[in-house]
């Protein structure tokens, strides 16, 4: 059983985001608050890079939402 909680803990992806795309929206830190925020500018701001759990969903679904597809999220290494 301990093994199956040490594969749940691991990050199956890693949050990028592209400021240069953010518009400053603000879904993203409405979506996954443990996992992004704004800077003072709107900025999007990442959190954890490799969320887990529930902040990974929330994760997927705020790069779902994004109006300027400014996040992805690519696999963990």
């Not at 909680?5 to 879904?27: H, I, L, W």
């Not at 490799?50 to 290494?77: I, Q």
């Amino acid at each position: 059983m301990v093994n199956r909680e040490r594969q749940r803990e691991r990050p199956a992806a890693r949050v990028v985001a592209d400021t240069s795309r953010c518009v400053s929206s603000g879904q993203c830190a409405v979506t996954a608050p443990s996992v992004f925020d704004q800077d003072e500018a709107g900025q999007v701001v990442v959190l954890a890079a490799e969320p887990v759990g529930r902040a990974a969903e929330e994760a997927r679904e705020a790069a779902a939402r994004c109006p300027a597809s400014a996040l992805r999220l690519d696999p963990a290494r």
